[in-house]
């Protein structure tokens, strides 16, 4: 399968509406080494899955200083050395295409396991169902139990009364967008309770490795907060202070 390389927004609009409407896509992030590998021109270093504007969005992530990874990392390499990321569409689904993800990750190798040189964080797992409810990365933490609803015990803050800030996201809808305007709306909200407001939320329009059908377990919403208030480039949320 041959891929399809993307010059800006528009051109991916236009090429997502030629192949059907999707709105899911399958892409790949190249070094722009004009090395034929993979279906493309450009050694790859990222493979996802996207929808609407996420092909973009990790060289947005790049331009913020406090946000770090190897795969910001190699794009802001590219940018030093005078080059441009080369972003390229493999396939359009109506679905998150996980099969394909899948198949793109293990066939081109994580540079993690020296297989490869993809800088993709997590290795690839396969989805299962708990009542209903489709879960990905986080199937382990509910085999004991049985139930995709179960707070996990590792929950760091189960018991933390929390406040937004004092860095807000750079959008309200991503995911951490709307956990921050939850938490900003119930100052003082414990982790527990807080898991609570977060599954009458609406997260089916945003990229999720997790679910496919828009629903979100317990430990997935426990990934985004610990991320939101543990990780050094986040601190969207905080310990709760009285005012």
Known sequence: MNSREIA???????FIAASGGGPHYVYVLRVPDGEPKHGGLGTPFYVGIGQGARLF???????????????????????????????????????????????????????????????????????????????????????????????????????????????????????????????EANPGVTGEDLIGLLKAVDFSGNKSAYTQGGQVSSSWLVGYIEGGYFRGDRHHLQDYKAQ
């Open 8 to 14: 800006d927004r528009a051109d991916l609009a236009q």
């Open 57 to 183: 969005a990790h060289e947005e992530e790049a331009r913020d200083p406090l946000r770090y990874s190897a795969k910001v990392e190699t794009i802001r390499s590219i940018w030093a050395k005078g080059g441009e990321v080369v972003r390229t569409i493999d396939s359009v689904h109506i679905v998150e295409p996980w099969d394909r993800e899948e198949e793109l990750i293990n066939s081109i190798g994580r540079l993690a396991e020296g297989a490869g040189p993809l800088t993709n964080a997590q290795t690839y797992a396969r989805s299962v169902k708990l009542n209903g409810i489709e879960v990905r990365k986080y199937a382990a933490d509910h085999a004991e139990s049985g139930d995709a609803n179960a707070i996990p015990a590792k929950f760091k803050l189960r018991h933390t009364r929390l406040m937004a800030g004092p860095r807000e996201p750079l959008s309200r809808t991503s995911v951490f967008g709307k956990i921050y305007t939850v938490v």
